[in-house]
């Protein structure tokens, strides 16, 4: 049985992500405005940062609500991976923006523009009060790769506005108007920065690799350590969502009565939830050798010769 007491998270989650949409979705719109009219690609470049942000929100909401929607006879699974996908195709789009800003600020080297860094700094004031703000939202909201994805935009956000400001502040005191080629070169990278994160994690998750912060060996030796069980062989953990780990593996144990067996079957799951939190298992238990265990995916070692002392 898994229940999950998703319910009053999610829908918290969701609640902040309209919000933070709809705050986004303003500031982008002030920032166009202001960017045209103050001559400043930094402020443009903001614009597509926090567009990025908005789809970022946007697919997390949709993700969030996917994720609600309980497993049917053809998704066994429900739609952890929508939330991943999501995550996915967000980062990318994050990077195709990066090189856009890249291109605009090298053609803006190039062609100096005058800028109205007043414009500049009063808009950025308003953006890092706002991001500043949505980051709280979100730190207090769950925390899967989805959310964690739009945190990231968020604080890399407020950071970037922020320097925007002090731009706006070194043009006013210099008079130099490459200075705003130069944020847009670093908001470029900050974007690029966190998008290429993003898309490895989700890839890895997608190619059913082992989740973050699981050693295989570890898994074996702990499972291995249990009362009852000979060898462990054919591990595959993975992840279903961002957060839901799934394992499966065959075990050989002594030729022994089920009931002692549901005892081992028992222990495992516990050590496996507990030190590895992986929820999802699907065990096969064998007495005799297995057909695999030669080919295996993971050496058996000593677990192998203490299987033989046991006949």
């Known amino acids: 049985m898994h229940v999950h007491s998703h319910g009053v ?18 500031y982008i719109i002030l920032l166009v405005v202001a960017g ?11 614009a597509g940062h926090n567009l990025s942000d908005f789809l970022a929100l946007l697919l997390s909401l949709v993700a969030v609500y996917l994720q609600n929607r309980p497993p049917s006879a053809t998704k066994t699974y429900g739609y952890h991976r929508a939330g991943v996908l999501a995550a996915l195709v967000n980062a990318a789009s994050l990077v195709v923006v990066a090189f856009l800003i890249f291109y605009e600020a090298f053609r803006r080297l190039q062609h100096p523009e005058p800028v109205q860094p007043r414009i500049m700094m009063a ?30 935009h968020e604080i890399g956000d407020t950071l970037s506005t922020a320097a925007v400001i002090a731009g706006g502040w070194a043009i006013l005191a210099t008079g130099q108007t490459w200075i705003d080629s130069a944020l847009s070169f670093g908001i470029g990278a900050l974007i690029l920065w966190s998008g290429f994160g993003i898309v490895r994690e989700t890839l ?38 961002s957060e839901t780990r799934a394992l499966s593996c065959h075990i050989s144990i002594a030729d022994i009565p089920p009931s002692v067996s549901e005892r081992i079957l028992k222990d495992v799951k516990e050590c496996l939830l507990h030190e590895f939190k992986i929820s999802h298992t699907t065990i096969q238990f064998e007495h005799a050798e297995c057909e695999v265990a030669h080919g295996c995916v993971i050496p058996v070692g000593q677990s192998e010769e203490e299987h033989h002392h046991h006949h």
């Open 204 to 241: 890895n998750i997608l190619l059913e690799g082992t989740p973050r912060g699981i050693q295989l060996d570890r898994v074996t030796t702990a499972i291995c350590a249990i009362d009852g069980v000979n060898d462990v062989h054919d591990l595959h953990v993975w992840n279903i969502g």
């Open 9 to 26: 998270g999610n829908e918290r989650t969701s609640k902040v992500l309209r919000i933070s949409l709809a705050v986004t979705l303003g």
């Open 36 to 46: 045209i009219r103050a001559h400043s690609l930094a402020l443009l470049s903001e």
């Open 123 to 152: 808009v950025a004031a308003v953006g890092v009060a706002m991001n500043g703000a949505i980051t709280l939202m979100l730190l207090r909201a769950d925390r899967d790769v989805n959310i964690r994805s739009a945190l990231l």
